[in-house]
């Protein structure tokens, strides 16, 4: 494992929650890798095991049997000390909302995982990410002054600035409205071509899932489809299936 | 709407706990003194009802001068002539101090070192060994005696009585029925009659009362009637009832004192607990707006939400009530005890009761308090808008200016209120302003809060974490000025005390070098129970023959009637060396050696009792007859002499017509030590007294002081845990309401280290906020008690630094403990569910 052309991969992992007759099999034998300086999307219905797969994925929570890999790291058996290095260097996130923290600034948010390991912030790379972004002007404006869009920008900008192994981002539009939504789903693409960043987005938008190299589909806990560079339509269509496919189960 | 409020409590274990721990710590504060008080009452009544047992009427002489008279031994045979009487027995009681084998006197909490003339009336009492004293050189002491001082029969036992010290040997040893050692933790030792009489009363053939048993038949009160009228008015005669009443209700006369302080101290924490409970409700109120506007928003009125937060606070009021009133107890039978075993020494312990005042005034302070507290959160909860259920951020802050403006104003009452206490000497109007002055003073912390917060915070800056930290402290200036005000009233109240005894240690220090020419000061310890030491008038004498010595002079005081009212008369050997040494000026008249009728006086004691140069007054002295007394001189104010004083002449009219103490002033050239040295020997005998240089001298004046400041920060300990408490309590529920933040520190690769260092340095820069506040607002207090007290002789600012310095680093201190546990629950957090959470 640890391939050079991978960034993150699950090998045969199965997640339950609780015991006996009350178990709830979230993931049921996932295997599934992410590619370098990609976008892959994971789409699913509710309860699909998307979110699961995606915190099992980043060290968020454990696995009940399998193995999940960043990068070279065996990410399954590190122990608290392991697992927040390995978040603090080698992953990024975007959550949904309450993404920052409102007594520091955007650029003090935005620097905070490097402040936190005690690195040294690359000013070139600060910049690049700051106007790709294009925050330049709201650096010293705190969360409450700023729009939802901007404040998920900030925390995008906060993902990609420790050159992480992989991004994750979790709903990241889900609290956006549709042109913001687009601008950081935008940026997003544009930070795995341009500047090579893996990022895996979970989602359940067909229209931001377009913005992926690749979308894959879970149902009941495992992995039924593919799609590679998939459009809206596509999407969409693949889930009709899959909602059909789960409705025959 | 009831159901909604009982389940908003119950869900909320952890708060409900911690503001309550306040309550239950203010309450069990008060009710423990009810208790403690209520025990040791029982007690004594119980002890002196035990003295008295074998006494049916007791007959004195009438108090004379302030001092109580003696009877001659003829009254003995003309009471047990009277019908009634079975028995007459004269008793000999005075005081005698043991010297203990390491040579120092023993001493005891409060309870009489009592010498007594052995009657030979064992009813009362059970020998353990030996006998009874046989001749004058013998003595029989009680067990407890015994056992402290470590004297078995047989051993030599050194006694000082109204003669310094004399040497006895132990013939028995004697206790009480029940295998006690005391009756309540006294040491005495019986002496034969004639000894007993000599050495405790200076007289022959006298008496300090007579016990008498009734003929069967007659009772107390009539016995007591017929003495009464027997004898004559020059006598009191009470029954043994009477006697346990009145030395048991003197006892609770003292006691009731002490309740009181112990009162004004749970006062104290209670206040304190007031902030903390005004802070949780507040902050429990911003985290359920959601929840109160949801309720709103279904058609809950105002009056139905004020209602549910009061009801929650009446909750709380009266769970903490009766657990503090429970812990109340423990305590209160906890002290007792510890009192009975160490503080009175030997004390048999009446059963713990519960008083009704200790219910009442529970059940009372608890509830008052956590609904005082309650209200200003319940009106602000009332104005939360419907709307606000539908909206994403809690409200924003509110402007600062009306607390600041009501702030001033208070700050400005109760400075008010404490001038006008200090110019009438109202205690009540001092304690009230203080406590207005913390109250504006808290008033007026959120407006300071931020700029402070921010200074104190760039110290422990320098880490992300520390940062965060920081900037946590600052968010909401409200929930961290009360939480440090808090802490700010116990530190506070100790800084102006210590604020106010420096200053008067500096006085006294400077009034000492500057003003008092004595080298030497010959003074003697004052008992626990009231005795002072003494030594023989002539010793003066024996002090000037000595080479190097210029003058020396002694006091004698007592208690005596002056124009009638009980007052403090001292005699002076040496008039004239009482003014070379004390620096006197002469006001009225001239400084000359007083006659057996003359007296001086000082300016103050002219004005205040309206005398003049050759105005008269008439003083009895305890033997004699009275005596008319004319003003020979008045000297000019002094710091360190006021009042009067008699000729020496009038010495041997006191009860113990011995000096108290005496200052030397040696001749310049001669060596200040050579001389103490030489003047030591005269009081090798009486250990008690001691020869000390000025500066130890003041050292050992002024060293009493500290003893006050240790109690009172014992005392004040209660009220800064409560602070502490408030800390905790203040960091939980922040770390609860700012669960996704740490989540989400913790998802971007915070360490739990990290996390754990980021809540404690919030917490030191609380305490630190706090103890500064109170550093400052205290010695504010002190200084402003300080020049009001100029006239009574603080001329001197001294400021504690050191004092100050330590309370910087305890509040530090505080500050790491109060954030261990909202540290470790901050860190133990799990990333996912925080990150999810609502």
Redesign the interface.
């Known amino acids: 494992m640890g391939t050079s052309g991978v960034a993150a991969s699950a090998v045969d992992v199965w997640k339950s929650y609780g015991s006996g007759d009350a178990a709830v099999t979230a993931l049921a034998g996932v295997s599934v890798e992410f590619e370098r300086e990609r976008f892959t999307a994971i789409m699913g219905p509710s309860g699909s095991g998307k979110s699961t797969l995606m915190h099992c994925l980043a060290g968020l929570d454990d696995v009940t049997k399998g193995e999940v890999w960043i990068g070279d790291t065996k990410v399954t058996g590190l122990k608290d000390k392991g697992l927040t290095e390995l978040r603090r260097d080698q992953v990024g996130f975007v959550f949904q909302q309450f993404n920052l923290l409102p007594t520091l600034t955007a650029e003090e948010n935005i620097t905070l995982p490097l402040a936190i390991g005690g690195r040294k912030v690359d000013r070139a790379w600060f910049d690049t990410v700051i106007d790709t972004v294009g925050l330049r002007d709201r650096l010293s404006h705190r969360p409450t002054q700023l729009s939802g869009g901007q404040q998920q920008r900030v925390a995008c900008a906060r993902a990609l600035v420790s050159r992480p192994e992989v991004v994750f981002a979790d709903e990241p539009t889900g609290n956006l409205d549709s042109r913001s939504g687009a601008e950081v789903l935008g940026f997003l693409q544009k930070s795995a071509r341009e500047f090579g960043q893996t990022i895996v987005m979970v989602t359940h938008d067909p229209n931001a899932a377009s913005y992926a190299d690749r979308v894959i589909f879970l149902a009941d806990g495992l992995i039924v489809n593919e799609i590679l560079d998939p459009t809206a339509d596509a999407v969409l269509e693949t889930m009709k299936h899959l909602d059909a496919f789960v409705g025959a189960q | 709407m009831l159901r909604a409020t009982l389940k908003s409590l119950l869900s909320r274990k952890l708060r409900l706990v911690l503001s309550a721990l306040a309550v239950v710590l203010g309450v069990m504060f008060v009710s423990g003194s009810f208790v403690l008080t209520d025990t040791l009452n029982r007690s004594f009544t119980d002890l002196f009802t035990n003295v008295y047992s074998g006494v049916d009427v007791s007959v004195t002489a009438k108090e004379k001068a302030g001092s109580p008279g003696t009877l001659p031994a003829t009254m003995v045979d003309r009471v047990e002539a009277v019908n009634g009487v079975e028995k007459a027995v004269g008793q000999v009681n005075g005081s005698a101090r043991a010297i203990g084998k390491n040579g120092k006197v023993l001493t005891t909490a409060g309870a009489p070192r009592l010498g007594f003339a052995w009657t030979g009336d064992e009813s009362q009492i059970e020998m353990r060994d030996g006998t009874g004293p046989k001749t004058d050189t013998q003595v029989t002491i009680n067990a407890f005696l015994a056992s402290t001082g470590g004297f078995k029969v047989g051993d030599q036992i050194e006694l000082i009585t109204l003669e310094p010290k004399k040497k006895f040997t132990v013939a028995g040893i004697f206790g009480y029925p029940g295998g006690r050692d005391s009756l309540g933790g006294e040491l005495s030792a019986g002496f034969t009659e004639p000894v007993a009489q000599q050495l405790l009363l200076g007289q022959k053939d006298t008496f300090t009362d007579i016990k008498v048993t009734a003929a069967a038949g007659t009772s107390q009160d009539q016995l007591r009637d017929r003495l009464s009228s027997e004898l004559g008015g020059d006598y009191v005669v009470k029954t043994g009832t009477q006697l346990a009443k009145d030395q048991a209700d003197q006892i609770q006369e003292g006691l009731k004192f002490f309740n009181y302080i112990l009162l004004a101290f749970a006062g104290i924490a209670l206040f304190v607990g007031i902030f903390i409970i005004l802070n949780t409700f507040s902050i429990i109120v911003a985290q359920r707006t959601r929840e109160l506007a949801l309720l709103r928003s279904m058609g809950a009125s105002r009056g139905q939400v004020i209602g549910s937060v009061v009801l929650e606070a009446f909750v709380i009021g009266l769970i903490a009530s009766v657990v503090g009133l429970g812990a109340g107890f423990g305590v209160g039978a906890l002290l007792a005890n510890f009192f009975a075993t160490f503080g009175g020494g030997n004390l048999k312990l009446a059963g713990i009761g519960l008083p009704m005042s200790a219910v009442i005034s529970s059940f009372a302070v608890g509830i008052v308090v956590t609904l005082i507290a309650a209200v200003m959160p319940a009106l602000r909860a009332s104005r939360i808008a419907p709307v606000a259920a539908m909206r994403e951020?809690a409200t924003p802050d509110r402007p600062l200016t009306r607390p600041t403006v009501a702030g001033a104003l208070i700050l400005a009452a109760g400075g008010t209120a404490m001038g006008f206490g200090f110019v009438q000497q109202s205690l009540v109007l001092i304690f009230g302003g203080v406590l207005a002055a913390f109250v504006g003073v808290a008033l007026l912390t959120p407006l300071v809060s931020r700029p402070m917060v921010s200074l104190i915070g760039r110290l422990l800056s320098w880490?992300?974490?520390g940062?965060?930290g920081r900037?946590?402290s600052?968010?909401n200036p409200r929930r961290t000025a009360i939480t440090a005000a808090a802490l700010m009233v116990g530190i506070a109240l100790i800084t102006g005390v210590s604020v106010v005894l420096t200053s008067a240690t500096a006085s006294i220090t400077k009034l000492a070098d500057t003003q008092v020419r004595s080298d030497l000061i010959i003074s003697g310890e004052t008992g626990a129970d009231g005795t002072s030491a003494h030594f023989a008038v002539d010793t003066i004498d024996k002090i000037k023959a000595k080479p190097g010595v210029r003058s020396a002079f002694g006091f004698a005081g007592e208690p005596a009637l002056v124009n009638d009212e009980q007052s403090w008369v001292s005699s002076v050997t040496d008039v004239l060396a009482m003014q070379q040494q004390f620096g006197l000026q002469a006001k009225e008249g001239t400084f000359a050696p007083l006659g057996a009728t003359q007296m001086a006086i000082s300016e103050d004691y002219a004005t205040q009792k309206n005398l003049k140069l050759g105005s008269t007054m008439r003083i009895q002295l305890a033997k004699g007859e009275a005596t008319t007394f004319t003003v020979a001189f008045v000297w000019a104010k002094s710091q360190v002499m006021q009042g009067m004083v008699l000729s020496s002449s009038a010495i041997e009219h006191l009860r113990i017509p011995q000096l108290n103490n005496a200052f030397v002033q040696v001749n310049s050239g001669a060596s200040v030590t050579d001389v103490q040295k030489s003047i030591e020997p005269f009081f090798a005998d009486n250990p008690e007294v001691s020869v000390q240089d000025r500066s130890a001298f003041v050292k050992q004046q002024t060293s009493q002081f500290d003893t006050v400041l240790l109690m009172i920060q014992i005392l004040l300990a209660l009220a800064i845990i409560i602070a502490v408490l408030g800390v905790i309590n203040t960091l939980a529920l922040s770390v609860i309401e700012r669960t996704?933040?740490l989540g989400?520190?913790?998802?971007?690769?915070?360490?739990?280290a990290?996390v754990m260092r980021m809540i404690t340095v919030e917490s030191i820069v609380i305490s630190v906020f706090g103890a500064v506040l109170g550093i400052a607002v205290g010695t504010a207090l002190g200084v402003a008690t300080v020049a009001a007290l100029k006239d009574e002789g603080i001329t001197e600012l001294g400021f504690p630094w050191m004092t100050m310095v330590q309370y910087l680093v305890v509040a530090a201190v505080v500050g790491v403990v109060a954030a261990i546990l909202p540290a470790i629950r901050a860190a133990r957090l799990n990333?996912?569910d925080a990150?999810a959470y609502e």
């Open positions: 951020a880490s992300m974490p940062l965060l900037r946590n600052a968010r996704r933040e989400l520190l913790r998802a971007i690769g915070m360490r739990r990290q990333v996912l990150i």
